[in-house]
């Protein structure tokens, strides 16, 4: 069960078509992992679409929003489930739909890259400045101590991580800003993996990472 949901700024943000590629993908992710949240959307854009069709000369039907909440579940059903895809490696193929054509693959693999106890792939990312990566960390490790310049959104896809926020499990979405300095700790039992997207490099904020925090891009 998802705890940790985004809110109604950011989802109508997304509704709407204002969000950048980045964001919008991990947004999409949570979503086929959350019915909640897509439930949310679905309203947002239905209530947009009933706004627009009012402002049209023709009048709109007085039972048309309600027929649009009528179909919350049959328009928006599970993206993760709706239908098998063979074509898919097997490697990437228990990951939400989303996201899978924007990792890269090796002969049908995935290469991982290593930044301590953090493994790291690159995603395509066609906004300046935004960085998207597929996070695998290893139990009981994590990030250094940092806060943000931008915007981090981290969303939980397999095991666990905290931090002085709480707990985020698997559907979990995590939103921080410049306000927030943590440090996310993956849990016991079993690798952490999460999509994560930055749109500013972090700032490290322990004592040996502000050292090399001028030298920082990621």
């Given at each position: 069960m998802v705890s940790h949901h985004l809110d109604q700024t950011m989802l109508l943000d997304y509704a709407?078509?204002?969000?950048?590629?980045?964001?919008?993908?991990?947004?999409?992710?949570?979503?086929?992992?959350?019915?909640?949240?897509?439930?949310?959307v679905t309203a947002l854009e239905a209530l947009g679409g009933t706004l627009l069709e009012a402002a049209k000369p023709d009048a709109v039907a007085s039972d048309a929003f309600d027929g649009l909440m009528a179909r919350i579940e049959s328009d928006h059903a599970d993206p993760v489930t709706r239908r098998s895809d063979h074509s898919v490696a097997r490697e990437i193929a228990h990951l939400p739909r989303p996201m899978r054509d924007y990792i890269p693959l090796h002969d049908g693999k995935l290469r991982w890259g290593r930044q301590g106890p953090i493994e790291t792939i690159f995603l395509s990312c066609?906004?300046?400045?935004?960085?998207?990566r597929l996070l695998r960390i290893a139990p009981g490790k994590g990030a250094p101590q940092h806060s943000h310049r931008g915007l981090e959104l981290t969303l939980v896809l397999e095991g666990s991580y905290q931090d002085k926020t709480g707990r985020f499990m698997p559907g979990d979405i995590e939103v921080a800003d410049p306000g927030l300095d943590h440090r996310p700790i993956a849990d016991e039992g079993g690798p952490c993996l999460c999509l994560a997207v930055t749109t500013a490099p972090l700032r490290l904020t322990g004592s040996l990472g502000r050292l090399i925090d001028p030298f920082l891009t990621i």
């Amino acid at each position: 069960m998802v705890s940790h949901h985004l809110d109604q700024t950011m989802l109508l943000d997304y509704a709407s078509g204002g969000m950048s590629q980045s964001l919008s993908l991990v947004v999409a992710t949570h979503l086929a992992l959350c019915p909640s949240c897509r439930r949310d959307v679905t309203a947002l854009e239905a209530l947009g679409g009933t706004l627009l069709e009012a402002a049209k000369p023709d009048a709109v039907a007085s039972d048309a929003f309600d027929g649009l909440m009528a179909r919350i579940e049959s328009d928006h059903a599970d993206p993760v489930t709706r239908r098998s895809d063979h074509s898919v490696a097997r490697e990437i193929a228990h990951l939400p739909r989303p996201m899978r054509d924007y990792i890269p693959l090796h002969d049908g693999k995935l290469r991982w890259g290593r930044q301590g106890p953090i493994e790291t792939i690159f995603l395509s990312c066609d906004d300046p400045g935004d960085r998207i990566r597929l996070l695998r960390i290893a139990p009981g490790k994590g990030a250094p101590q940092h806060s943000h310049r931008g915007l981090e959104l981290t969303l939980v896809l397999e095991g666990s991580y905290q931090d002085k926020t709480g707990r985020f499990m698997p559907g979990d979405i995590e939103v921080a800003d410049p306000g927030l300095d943590h440090r996310p700790i993956a849990d016991e039992g079993g690798p952490c993996l999460c999509l994560a997207v930055t749109t500013a490099p972090l700032r490290l904020t322990g004592s040996l990472g502000r050292l090399i925090d001028p030298f920082l891009t990621i």
